[in-house]
């Protein structure tokens, strides 16, 4: 099948390249992030394949009908970013990647945890300079600490598991279906309420839709515990990054390490060393010496960019062949956002 696949970096074409030597598409490979300007290149094609800062609302899907699209292949498990109600009226499937590391993901949380807490960037960067001075590097133990997880799916699981078996932690979880193999282990299902209340650390992993939407606001924050760590690696937009600023300023949040911010279509995967950033909550969160970001890589290892690529290549197929879709998202399964 001829598909335009847009937001695409050297090591997407690499790895999508790799997997498609068993399917045989045709790939048209873009760099720029697909939308009202770069539609125009999706022309007669009748999938698009996008990334995660891709945004299809029903203005753009509308407009890639009319040029003969009827498949999104988003490479990634988020799909906040299309509107599937849209979608869904306009005759367009709409399929993604449920799954493709986990571990990719909850590693990389947990790799985020240890250098907020044990300041490792800092450390890293006193060391090349010959400053071998160890004035405010202190961490603190994670054992013992209690840890809440909010969603307790694929990543989040895993990530529980890591603190509670690996660390010693005491792990609260929120999420609307327990997992039993979870509680097993002692880890305790509680109220958001309950556990932001109680968690020296927050760690995110539940989708973004209207209901988890700046479900860390001012409010959350001021119920939490003085001096906890938050960890993101989820969606930006759990965060309202305006209330984080002021948080870090009064000290109650202790640190934050976000791999997700909500205004990041605008700057990451992009090298922007060379521009004025315009964003003023994003660079005032980096003057910060307890804010550690990075740019969205979470998911960035060998092992997810091939399953990925061999997940959406055959979502592609099947969609060519008029197989069922197993990895459809439905427009039911959230509303438009
Ligand atoms: P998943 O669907 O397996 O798990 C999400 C869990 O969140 C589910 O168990 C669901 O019941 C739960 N949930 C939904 N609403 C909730 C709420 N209001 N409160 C608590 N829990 C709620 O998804 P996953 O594979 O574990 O991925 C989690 C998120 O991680 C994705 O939604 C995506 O946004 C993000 N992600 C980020 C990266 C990255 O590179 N940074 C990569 C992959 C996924």
């Known amino acids: 099948m001829r598909v335009a696949v847009f937001s695409t970096k050297p090591y997407d074409r690499q790895f999508l390249t790799e997997a498609n030597v068993g399917f045989g598409h045709e790939l048209v490979f873009f760099e720029p992030r697909l939308d009202r300007t770069t539609a125009p290149l999706a022309d007669g094609f009748p999938a698009v394949c996008v990334f995660v800062n891709d945004y299809l609302d029903r203005a753009l899907l509308t407009d890639l009908a009319a040029r003969g699209m009827r ?58 300079d010959n400053n071998f001075s160890l004035d405010g590097l202190i961490g603190t133990d994670l054992f013992g600490k209690t840890v809440g997880v909010i969603g307790t799916g694929r990543i989040g699981a895993l990530v529980a598991r890591c603190l509670k078996l690996g660390f010693g932690c005491r792990v609260l979880a929120h999420d609307q279906s327990h997992d039993p ?60 990054a305006q209330a984080l600023v002021e948080g870090l300023k009064s000290g109650k949040v202790g640190g934050v390490a976000l791999d997700v911010y909500e205004q990041e279509a605008d700057l990451f995967f992009e090298d922007l060393s060379n521009e004025i950033i315009q964003d003023d909550v994003f660079q005032r969160l980096l003057t910060f010496p307890n804010v550690l970001v990075t740019g969205h ?29 197993d990895n459809r998202v439905e427009a039911a399964a959230v509303s438009a956002y």
């Open 297 to 325: 890589q979470a998911f960035l290892t060998a092992e997810a960019l091939g399953a990925i690529s061999a997940t959406t290549l055959g979502n592609i197929a099947a969609f060519e062949a008029g197989k069922p879709l």
């Open 181 to 240: 193999a979870l509680v097993e282990i002692g880890i305790e299902y509680r109220s958001p309420t309950e556990i932001v209340a109680e968690a020296d650390i927050l760690t995110l992993h539940c989708p973004l839709t209207p209901e988890t939407h700046h479900i860390v606001d001012a409010e959350a924050i001021a119920r939490a515990r003085p001096g906890f760590l938050l960890v993101n690696t989820s969606r930006g937009a759990l965060i309202d």
């Open 71 to 128: 498949l999104v292949a988003l490479r990634c498990a988020g799909f906040n970013n299309v509107d599937l109600v849209a979608a869904g009226e306009l005759g367009i499937e709409v399929v993604r990647v449920p799954a493709y590391s986990p571990h990719a993901v909850a590693e990389f949380t947990v790799a985020l945890l240890l250098a907020l807490d044990r300041r490792i960037p800092r450390a890293w960067a006193r060391v090349r």
